[in-house]
């Protein structure tokens, strides 16, 4: 099997250098060939291409632009499978073949993509590397075949496009409208869709992208051709790519279901439906529904989805008799006449234990507030109002919801809105200073009649225990824990006291889950480490509880140590060379920790021969300061991360330690502030941002 490699090039020689060596170096030579059709370079490029032995060429002499010149290469394609390749990429091991192996795992799989470091549309992840030498290794992480990492998607970007040829046959050329570039890619995908095939997001293959090198040259024409082609991609297919595509990752996370749950989930506002697609990619086994107002857009999700479409103020006619587990307004608010009816409308389709998820944009962000200071209208022309953070609870409550957390997601600012802000607002507070910074808040709430009532004091004394545990019972043991978190006084004794009595009244399933997360919170606590014993051994699980028993025996300090000789530099600093590179046996652990627990050596010691003595400082620093807090050392922990935040104060891991440290000490606001730091945060800090805001 061949793949035709197809580049288009308009000067920028030494970019294109460096993607077609590395494609002759990463890739199997019998398994592609490279057309490269070149748009009236005038930098030596076409000298270039013409001694190259393995090259086809077209010359053009004048630019064609993407679109026509993409359409030339693939003419004279002789491959099974076509890849459209920008030439500002630079190609890793193993990374066709990844491609490949995801494109024919399916037949009506018709074109792949994989990650990169710079992309539209959620197809970049967070790198480390700083050099194309750094990048092949960071790469060769990520490229190992892996189904469970393929996601379908609604359009793939265009700088890396494979697909198959009988594809190509049938859903012809680009559309040669969209020239010189952009949307392109938009229209070739949704095609490609039409003609009943899917598109996949490969995460096990990564190529590293310069990213338009040859656009970015004159910025405002950029700006205007992007423009220009949004408009034609709207004229042809009836609604705006951008808008409608739009995948809202951070409805995911409010998701308390596990991975193969089965429920349903309606999105109000649900365009194309890119976001019922991630849900589908999260959750499998979840039924999707989706409404929108306009067709076109909707008619996209048909695929995958039961998507209906209508006037906003009656969408609730159309699921008469149905109920959903969750139920998201996805910036619809501001565009009905009547928001509490609308909620109430949506309330009525809500399972009594559901969620309601309400995504809306804020009226107090400070771009609003500063264009109505220059007598711009923030008001677009299908929107009549938005909402404050204020107003939108308040709905909430009217509308019969309780239980309403939110996240927001504050957006950079430059330095004059920053000053124009300060001079407006002075005497603001920090949680004022935030809502002007959030374009959108996220919201999540439970109807009041969804959750029994609690009472601890009646538990305790062994009062209508059966009767609430039943009621407890229904819900489910993962909400009850959510109330646990955000209510109760003494989370790990109300947990311990439920796990006790559903145990005493024989609803055995039920006791392990909070004695879990009860030692998720404290792995020290006497209590439930007693109680972790006590239901292993007379579950049969002997070896586990033997475990608990011996950690009972730690605890209580049957087995104090005796205390080391004091360390000299030379010794700290060979225990912490040989942490920073990797050599972490257990002795060389333990003895750094036991130092500590000693008092033998602190951490002002630590910092200071990580300072003058250790190559990666940042990282070393984190790694302690990690091993600290998984062995209970939590005074040295909070020193340890401020030493790496004062040296890199943009680094991931330190942010993520920090905010995650934070929140486990019940600094709630400082952990938000770390976190929100973290530039393009991935899933897994969506879900501790998610977790500080829901605790």
């Not at 010149?69 to 990374?95: F, S």
């Not at 239980?403 to 802000?421: A, C, D, G, R």
Request: hydrophobic residues 40%; proline residues 3%; charged residues 25%.
């Amino acid at each position: 099997m061949k793949t035709s490699i197809v580049i288009l090039t308009h000067n920028h020689l030494e970019v294109t250098k460096l993607c077609i060596e590395s494609i002759r170096q990463y890739t199997n030579p019998q398994s592609y060939e490279l057309i490269v059709v070149d748009n009236a370079s005038t930098d030596g490029t076409t000298q270039w291409l013409s001694e190259q032995q393995d090259i086809r060429s077209i010359f053009n002499t004048q630019n064609m632009g993407f679109p026509a010149g993409c359409n030339q290469g693939m003419k004279i394609a002789i491959g099974d499978n076509i890849m459209l390749l920008n030439n500002d990429v630079v190609v890793t091991k193993g990374w066709l073949e990844n491609l490949l192996t995801c494109l024919y795992s399916q037949d009506n799989i018709g074109a792949v993509g994989p990650i990169t470091n710079r992309c539209a549309y959620y197809q970049t992840i967070p790198v480390s590397y700083q050099t194309l030498e750094e990048m092949q290794p960071f790469a060769a992480k990520h490229n190992s075949s892996n189904s469970a990492l393929w996601e379908e998607r609604l359009k793939l970007i265009g700088y890396a496009f494979l697909f198959k040829r009988v594809v190509y046959e049938k859903v012809g050329e680009l559309d040669e409208i969209f020239s010189p570039g952009n949307f392109e890619d938009d229209d070739y995908s949704l095609r490609i869709r039409q003609a009943g095939y899917k598109l996949i997001l490969c995460k096990d293959t990564f190529i590293h992208h310069f990213g338009s090198v040859s656009f970015n040259e004159k910025p405002k024409e950029y700006q205007s051709l992007l423009k220009r082609n949004e408009e034609k991609f709207v004229e042809k297919w009836g609604f705006d790519s951008q808008k409608t595509m739009l995948i809202r990752y951070e409805i995911l996370p409010l998701i308390k279901h596990d991975k193969e749950d089965s429920f349903s989930l309606l999105e109000i506002g649900s365009g194309c439906g890119g976001t019922l697609l991630q849900v589908k990619n999260s959750f499998s086994k979840s039924k999707v529904y989706g409404f929108d107002s306009q067709e076109a857009a909707a008619r996209q999700a048909s695929s995958f989805a039961d998507v209906r479409t209508g006037d906003w103020e009656s969408f609730d006619s159309q699921y008469t008799g149905e109920l959903f587990e969750y139920i998201v307004i996805n910036n619809v608010l501001e565009k009905v006449a009547n928001p509490i009816a609308f909620i109430e409308k949506a309330k009525s389709l809500l399972h009594p234990a559901g969620s309601l998820i309400m995504i809306n944009k804020n009226l107090n962000h400070i771009h609003v507030i500063e264009g109505l200071a220059k007598g711009v209208s923030p008001f677009a022309y299908d929107e009549k109002r938005y909402f404050t953070f204020n107003e939108l609870t308040e709905m909430l409550g009217i509308a019969g919801f309780s239980q309403v957390e939110y996240s927001s997601h504050p957006i950079w600012l430059n330095k004059s809105t920053v000053e124009f802000m300060e001079s407006l607002i002075p005497h603001a507070n920090e949680q004022m200073k935030n809502y002007y910074r959030t374009y959108e808040f996220v919201l999540k709430a439970t109807a009041d009649s969804a959750f029994p009532s609690i009472s601890i004091e009646e538990l305790q004394r062994g009062e209508n225990v059966d009767l609430q545990l039943q009621a407890l019972r229904d819900v489910g043991c993962d909400r009850v824990i959510e109330k646990v978190m955000t209510e109760a006084n003494d989370r790990i004794a109300t947990l311990n006291l439920l796990a006790v009595k559903n145990f005493e009244h024989g609803y055995l399933e039920d006791v392990i889950p909070y004695l879990q997360k009860a030692y998720e919170l404290d792995e020290r606590n006497l209590d439930t480490l007693y109680n972790l014993s006590a239901v292993m051994e007379i579950s049969g699980e002997t070896e586990l509880a033997a475990w608990y028993a011996e950690q009972i025996s730690k605890v209580s300090g049957e087995d104090m140590e005796t205390l080391p000789e004091p360390f000299d530099r030379q010794r700290l600093k060979f225990l912490l060379r040989r942490i920073e590179f990797g050599v972490q046996s257990e002795e060389t652990v333990l003895e750094l920790l036991n130092g500590l627990k000693q008092a033998v050596v602190s951490v002002e010691e630590i910092i200071n021969v990580v300072a003058d003595d250790v190559v990666n400082k940042v990282e070393a620093l984190n790694l302690i300061a990690v091993l600290c807090y998984e062995n209970h050392l939590h005074e040295e922990v909070i020193p340890l991360l401020q030493a790496a935040y004062d040296i890199n104060r943009l680094e991931h891991h330190t942010l993520y330690n920090l905010a995650f440290v934070m929140n486990a000490y019940g600094e709630k606001q400082l952990a938000l502030s770390f976190a929100q730091q973290i530039e393009q945060p991935d899933e897994t800090v969506l879900e501790l941002m998610a977790a500080i805001k829901g605790a």
